[in-house]
């Protein structure tokens, strides 16, 4: 029989024999999203995206944490979340005003951002540590603008932009693209996001005869909007931002009042097209009770790809940022690849309410919009 | 014949602010203190909405009563929470543990109802009345008809009944009102179920038109501070004046220029108001301000 002594010391070193990696790593994803204030819509169907895809992976796990509606919120959810060592990416909010604060962090801790916020900004200052997974202003704008002018063949379009950072860059965007297109808007306004009235904005806009109404507003104020033009018998069609696709802000209105309204999206799962997009909503629908939109796609398909990346043996740090940079990613929505910026999604849809239900069709498809694949 | 409609549209926008900045006022009188809360207990009211028309799906006129009872419930409790405990200390105790119970409110709605913003029923249906080249949305005039309604019986209330009396004696003084033999606690209590009941209204009233959702609070109870300072801090008439002017530059004067520059206008008014008049447009009472 050994000695007590002799048995400890073989545990020691029984111990000492295991690699350090294999006791300490305890892969962590922090997922950091606006669950309160007014994203939160939005915010909570990226968590739910998230979740979906982490949940189904099980090789990490996960915290998710409120990020609010202030940049200071998340900066200080972001620190917490990279104190612990094993936090190899971050999947950062989807407010604007936040993620161009968290960028900073991002470079400093060396750790991979992964977002789906639509702000042009965010890959335009040379950050190598952000990826994109929603197409951003400069695919979604495009599309937008090049569906009024080129599909509804309107030359005179009033904006009305929500004055927000995420409002400010879609507007200068679509403002660009016009341009480009020879069309000129004969109306622009900013709305705050506290606006309730909108026949302020909507008398001033129809006095100038315009023949469409461009949106570049979120959800409540998109339906808000649409509500009242149609309430005033404004029956010009309406092409809207992406929040406009999501069914919560669809199921605010009337299928009557959707007649004539559509919307730029990256993505609308629930209109189908393939049989991995309809499984893809059902299994959302049973998790959480509600019906998936293009960010919340959007988020899943990114989560899928840091997974993968894992997967690939990229699980984090700069390994895991040249892993995102270098390879493409065939996703639910469409095909995720670089453009050396950090955008990853370059193709967008139009969806159009027929008047008869809330559920949209795909009326156009704009592929490599950016050109970037 | 435009100038006209948008008035009309500020006018009813106006009325429901009114009912905002009613329920703050009696709180302010009968306590001394700002009711942080009022704006929460609106979106409250139209979440009850809400949530009502999925159990009775009824027209909101008819759903009316039971949310301002239901309200009026909560108005209670807000009294017994957020200032009974504290209605020996300084105002700005009660001033900082309605923000506390604000915040409680729209975190717990968030997390009943989700973020998605909600519409409640209509008062009578949709639609709209139109006349002369006008259009008024039968949704815009119950809330003119409704709001007029309310503030009647409450100045009915105050100004011809034993019980409106011995409120008005709690709101301007309530030791003497004590001594004269008033259940002060009663009416304090009262005048928060009065003042929430309001809000339920107010929140019922534009969550169809103009949707709820939990973060929308704190819009409310701004619109009702500048409401009540533009007034009169203190004075009924000018809360209710005051409320109808911030309706009005929210949509007659946004209609001129655009709406930052219209909310930028209507707080440089504010600033003028407390530069050249700082009692209000229909004076103060004396020692209240908060």
Redesign the interface.
């Known amino acids: 029989m050994l000695k007590a002594t002799t048995r400890r010391f073989l545990v020691i070193i029984g111990l000492a024999a295991i690699p350090a990696t294999a006791l300490a790593e305890v892969p962590r994803i922090p997922v950091l999203v606006p ?4 994203l ?2 939005e ?2 169907a990226q968590r739910n995206g998230a979740v979906m895809a982490l949940e189904a992976d099980k090789s990490v796990t996960f915290e998710v944490s409120d990020t609010g509606t202030s940049p200071e919120v998340a900066v200080n959810a972001m620190e917490r979340a990279l104190r612990d060592i094993h936090v190899g990416a971050v999947i950062g909010p989807i407010l604007g005003t936040q993620m161009l604060a968290l960028l900073p962090l991002a470079e400093e801790y060396r750790v991979p951002l992964v977002t789906i916020s639509g702000t042009a900004k965010l890959t335009e200052m040379g950050n190598p540590w952000i990826f994109r997974f929603f197409p951003g202003d400069a695919v979604t704008k495009v599309a937008h603008a090049r569906y009024v002018a080129e599909e509804l063949g309107a030359k005179r379009p009033a904006i009305l932009f929500q ?1 927000t950072a995420y409002g400010q860059s879609g507007r200068a965007h679509l403002a660009e693209t016009f341009a480009s297109l020879g069309v000129a808007p004969v109306y622009e ?4 996001v ?4 909108m ?3 909507l ?2 806009a129809m006095a100038t005869n315009p023949d469409v109404l461009v949106l570049h507003l979120h ?2 104020p998109t ?2 909007l649409v509500r009242q033009a149609r ?3 404004i029956d010009i069609p309406i092409v809207a931002g992406s929040a406009m696709h999501q069914p ?2 669809a ?2 209105l ?1 299928a009557a009042e959707l007649k004539g309204v559509c919307a730029e999206s990256g993505s609308s799962p629930i209109s189908g097209g393939s049989s991995e997009m309809e499984r893809f909503a059902a299994d959302y629908r049973r998790k959480f009770g ?1 019906e998936p939109d293009a960010f919340a796609l959007a988020q899943y398909d990114a989560t899928r790809m840091l997974l993968a990346a894992r997967h690939a043996g990229a699980v984090g740090g700069a390994p895991l940022r040249d892993w995102l940079a270098a390879n493409s990613f065939e996703g639910l929505a469409m095909t995720y690849k670089s453009d050396g910026k950090g955008n990853m999604a370059h193709d967008a849809v139009i969806v159009c309410y027929d008047g008869d239900s809330r559920i949209p069709r795909i009326a156009k498809r704009y592929k490599g919009v950016d050109q970037a694949l | 014949m ?1 100038l006209l ?2 008035v009309i ?2 006018v009813a ?1 106006g009325a429901a602010y009114a009912l905002v900045a009613l329920g703050f006022v009696l709180v302010l009188n009968a306590t001394g203190a700002v009711n942080f809360a009022q704006g929460d207990l609106v979106v409250a009211g139209g979440f009850m909405g809400v949530a009502l028309v999925g159990l009775i799906p009824l027209p909101a006129i008819l759903l009316l009563p039971l949310v301002m009872l239901t309200m009026a419930a909560i108005g209670l409790a807000v009294s017994a929470l957020a200032y009974w405990p504290l209605r020996d200390r300084p105002p700005v105790s009660v001033f900082i543990s309605t923000i506390a119970l604000g915040i409680i409110i ?2 717990g709605l ?1 997390g009943a109802f ?6 409640a029923p209509a008062m009578f249906g ?1 639609g ?1 009345f139109e006349f002369a080249g006008l ?1 008024v ?1 039968h949704q815009s005039l119950a809330i003119m008809v409704v709001a007029a309604l309310l503030i009647g019986g409450i100045h009915l209330l105050l100004g011809r009944s034993q019980l409106g009396r011995m409120l008005r004696a709690t709101a301007q003084d309530r030791e003497v009102a004590a001594a004269l033999g008033i259940p002060v606690g009663g009416m304090v209590a009262l005048t928060f179920a009065l003042a929430a009941a309001l809000a339920g209204a107010a929140g019922l009233l ?1 969550a169809n038109q ?2 709820v ?3 929308d609070g704190g ?1 409310f109870i701004v619109k009702a501070y500048i409401a009540v300072v533009i007034g009169g801090w203190g004075r009924v008439g000018g809360a209710l004046a005051g409320a109808m002017l911030v309706a009005l530059f ?3 004067v ?2 001129w220029f ?3 520059v ?2 930028g206008l209507l707080y440089a008014a504010l600033l003028a108001i407390l530069f050249v008049r700082p009692q209000g447009l229909f004076g103060e009472t004396v020692g209240r301000r908060a």
């Open positions: 669950l309160t204030g007014f939160s819509l915010g909570t004055t306004e900013g709305l705050d506290s606006v309730k009235d026949a302020p904005a008398s001033k959800s409540g339906a808000l309430a005033q018998g919560t802000t199921a605010l009337e509600s | 435009e409609q948008l549209n500020g926008l729209q975190n968030n989700g973020a998605e913003p909600r519409t949709a709209r259009a949305g534009l103009f949707f959702s939990p973060a819009n929210e949509t007659v946004a209609a655009d709406y930052a219209a909310s």
